[in-house]
């Protein structure tokens, strides 16, 4: 499958591409009558998993190779594999299997038929030769950085290809922008739940709110730039969300902090009111504060849940900065204000 695929390529079954040299494995074998019967009949392809199936080669589950060779010589195929199978329909296209990678991340799928029969095994080892190169020659940092590069290519290349099918484009961009819909209507719902604050010294507090929540946005969308770069280098996980969540929260607070002080001098001076520099500071302060923190877990959850964070990041992570900078500014009003 190479990268320079061409429109009409794009729109090709998947089963024009997919192998048939796969290794299957009877989930009642052992790990030591699996690796034996391997090598009395190892496939002529390279194998990336084992797939599990049953009497009438239904998929029920996959080993990954090093888990194979890791396992006790006794252990039962059915209990050390893993039985949620991702899998490809037979009816899929070449561009709809792009999207599996993309997503889920994984050198290879297996690819079913309606009754969930294994018929073949589509992998990414067509798409860059040296991953077979680097794979063998122990350098983990080499292996992973060369298997995001071939991701990184497969997610170019699907995005080119959806930009340019307007109704493909508009599928998986529309649900996203609700978020944005729901967030204004909250946002105006809390203007209304606000509105004697807001009537204060003449509606003073609505002046500033297009910079609040304009400092927000700004932060938020910084931030889910630099978590989308990251995962070409570091990838995610939960561990690695964790350590980045402080030092991101931090910067978010200086963000907040340094603009805020800006704010706040200039509206405490222009409206001549001491109390009105706290409240923009404040607000500013935890609402830019929250937005890199949105702006960083937002992708990273969206790609441990499986889903697209180059289209869905944007929206959700606005949505959270608005209504946080929003929430923070009205009640610190509230608070501060007589």
Request: glycine share 6%; aromatic share 8%.
């Amino acid at each position: 499958m190479p990268l320079h695929l061409t429109e009409a390529q794009l729109n090709e079954p998947v089963t024009s591409y997919m192998r048939s040299d796969f290794a299957t494995l009877d989930p009642e074998w052992t790990a030591d009558a699996a690796l034996a019967h391997m090598r009395k009949y190892p496939p002529p392809g390279r194998i990336i998993y084992f797939y599990v199936v049953d009497a009438n080669l239904r998929l029920v589950g996959v080993v990954p190779t090093r888990r194979l060779l890791l396992a006790a010589l006794d252990a039962r195929i059915k209990d050390i594999m893993i039985a949620s199978v991702i899998a490809i329909p037979i009816s899929a296209t070449l561009l709809e299997a792009c999207e599996f990678f993309t997503m889920h991340r994984l050198l290879a799928f297996p690819v079913v038929d309606a009754a969930r029969r294994l018929i073949g095994v589509i992998d990414i080892e067509a798409y860059a030769e040296e991953l077979a190169e680097t794979g063998d020659s122990g350098n983990a940092p080499e292996t992973r950085r060369s298997t995001d590069d071939v991701f990184q290519l497969i997610g170019v290349r699907l995005t080119q290809s959806q930009q340019a099918r307007p109704l493909f484009a508009f599928r998986g961009r529309f649900p996203w922008l609700l978020c944005n819909v729901a967030g204004g209507t909250l946002a105006a719902v809390l203007v209304e739940v606000y509105h004697v604050e807001l009537n204060w010294q003449h509606a003073v507090l609505a002046l500033f709110i297009p910079v609040v929540l304009a400092l927000a946005e700004s932060v938020a969308i910084q931030s889910v730039t630099l978590a989308l770069e990251a995962f070409r280098e570091a990838g995610t996980s939960w561990r690695e969300l964790l350590r980045r969540l402080r030092p991101e929260a931090t910067t978010g607070a200086l963000l907040g902090l340094a603009t805020g002080l800006l704010v706040g001098a200039i509206a405490a001076i222009w409206q001549n009111l001491a109390v009105l520099f706290f409240i923009v500071l404040g607000g500013i302060t935890i609402g830019v504060t929250c937005a890199a923190v949105a702006g960083l877990a937002v992708p990273h959850l969206l790609r441990l849940l499986k889903r697209d964070p180059q289209v869905a990041a944007g929206p959700i992570a606005l949505t959270c900065a608005d209504v946080a900078a929003l929430l923070a500014y009205f009640n610190l009003a509230r608070l501060l204000t007589p």
